[in-house]
C-alpha cells in the first residue's frame, strides 16, 4: 500500500515528451486545416471541395488520435487497469470513426466527379491501413475487453496487439506522406519546384508528421517508461489466470 502510494505519477521526462507530441499533433491538425482552407479554398461536404475533407480526417484519425490511443498505458499510470482499456478502446473507436467520414468523402468526391478509384499506392496503402486498423481493434476488443479469452490467449497474443499497435501508426503516417506528394502532383506540378508557399508548407507537415511518430515510437518503447501493474491488479490477474485455466483461486502460489 504505501509503495502505491509513493509511486511517481509519471517517470522523469515522460510528461515532457508526451506533451511536446501533442503539441507536435496539434500542429499536425492546424497546418493541415490551413493548407486546405489557405490553398485548397477551404471545406465542405457538398461541393468540389467534398475532397478537402478526406485529408483532415485521415490525419486526425489515423495519427493524431491513434498516436493518443498508443499513448494512454503510458498517461494513466495509476487508474484502474479497467477504466485505461475502456479509454484506448474508445479513443480508437473515435479514430475509426472520423477516417470512416474521411474515406466516405473521397469516395464521394470521386463518384460525383467521375474520377477512378484504387489505383494509386497511396490509395492501396490507405484501405489497407484502415481495414487492418478495424481488425486490430476488434482483435483487441475480443481479447482484452470480452470476458471470454482465456489467460492464457491474452498473454500469447499481446505481443502482437502491440508490434500491430506501432507497425499500423507507421503505415498511417506513411500512407499521408505519400498523399501529400500525390495532392501536390496533382494541384501543383509545375510550380512546386519554385518553392512556392503551398510546397513549403506541404513539405513542412510532412516533416511534422514523421516528427510526430518517432516521438510516439520513442515513448513506447522505453522499457522504464511502461505503465506497472498495481498490487491489486496483479492479484486480479492471478485468480483470473486461475479461473480461466481450470484452477481454484485458492489453489497452490
Known amino acids: ?35 486546405m482552407g489557405q490553398f485548397r479554398g477551404g471545406i465542405a461536404w457538398q461541393s468540389s471541395l467534398q475532397f478537402n475533407v478526406h485529408p483532415l480526417c485521415m490525419i486526425i484519425g489515423m495519427v493524431f488520435l491513434q498516436g ?11 487508474e484502474s487497469k479497467r477504466s485505461t482499456k475502456i479509454l484506448h478502446g474508445l479513443l480508437h473507436v473515435l479514430a475509426l470513426v472520423i477516417a470512416l467520414v474521411g474515406l466516405i468523402a473521397v469516395f464521394d468526391y470521386h463518384r460525383k466527379n467521375n474520377f477512378a478509384d484504387m489505383y494509386s499506392l497511396h490509395s492501396w496503402c490507405g484501405i489497407s491501413a484502415f481495414s487492418l486498423y478495424f481488425i486490430q481493434w476488434l482483435m483487441g476488443f475480443s481479447f482484452f ?19 500491430f499497435g506501432i507497425f499500423l501508426l507507421i503505415l498511417s503516417i506513411a500512407t499521408c506522406l505519400l498523399g501529400i506528394k500525390e495532392l501536390l502532383l496533382f494541384s501543383i506540378k509545375t510550380t512546386y519546384s519554385s518553392f512556392v508557399p503551398e510546397g513549403i508548407l506541404a513539405n513542412v507537415l510532412g516533416l511534422l508528421l514523421i516528427t510526430f511518430g518517432l516521438l510516439i515510437g520513442y515513448i513506447l518503447t522505453r522499457d522504464e517508461w511502461k505503465r506497472p501493474p498495481l498490487a491489486e491488479e496483479l492479484a486480479l490477474s492471478m485468480d483470473f489466470k486461475n479461473l480461466t485455466e481450470g484452477e481454484s483461486p485458492s489453489g497452490s502460489q
Open 145 to 163: 475487453l470480452f470476458p471470454g479469452a482465456s489467460f492464457s490467449l491474452r498473454s500469447k497474443y499481446k505481443s502482437h496487439h502491440v508490434f
Open 1 to 35: 500500500m504505501e509503495d502505491g502510494l509513493a509511486r511517481p505519477l509519471s517517470p522523469a521526462g515522460l510528461s515532457c515528451y508526451v506533451a511536446i507530441s501533442q503539441f507536435l499533433g496539434l500542429m499536425v491538425i492546424a497546418m493541415t486545416g490551413a493548407w
Open 68 to 78: 493518443d490511443a498508443l499513448l494512454v498505458y503510458r498517461v494513466f499510470r495509476n
